[in-house]
């Protein structure tokens, strides 16, 4: 979700009660203290946080490019109704999250898509099984390695693990649609819709 820190763009990927996590350009100090303000399904959040640790996701590769910081928001002050709201939209999501749940229990398809893949991405990483070892590596080329994958650095670092466990405990042909999982992430611009909810 896009929102701001300060006068800063964030964009929010994780939110609880207690606090947030949001990725972004600009380079904080452990300590900061700024307004976080986002919208969620069209409910407009407020909330006074600190910055209570931050670390460099992405290095930059080329000029004109800028690094990518993870950080974590700790909630000091709700202004108004915000932190109401804000465990509003946690609870919406949840009972979202659990009927979605049902429903696939039930083979009920998804009626929308509610999950997409991550958009094609001009870098990917590699990641190739050496002598036991998984060599992780940022590159320009989409290929699939013989022993290992690819997939879009757009991908998160969870997701790239469980793409490595799969690869290690399964059979050869489990391996080739580990590689085909992998590359769609690179040669897919619009997301497929799953039933997958993640709240």
Known sequence: MPGRFG????????????????????????GEVNHLVFECEGTKVDL???LVRSTLHRLTRSLGEK?????????IESLGEAYEKLRGVIAMRIVKAID???ANARGIPPLSAYMYQPGKSDTYRRCELVKGEWR????THADQPPHGFTVSSDIGSEQVEILCRTWEMTSAEGRRLTQMLAALS?????GIPTRRYIP
């Open 67 to 75: 690094s990518i910081y993870h950080s974590g928001l700790q909630i």
């Open 48 to 50: 006074l946080c600190r």
């Open 186 to 190: 690179i040669s897919r611009n619009e």
């Open 136 to 139: 992780k590596t940022e590159t």
């Open 100 to 102: 979605e749940q049902k």
């Open 7 to 30: 006068a800063a763009r964030v964009a929010v990927f994780e939110l609880s009660v207690s606090g947030f996590m949001v990725a972004h350009e600009a380079r904080y100090a452990p």
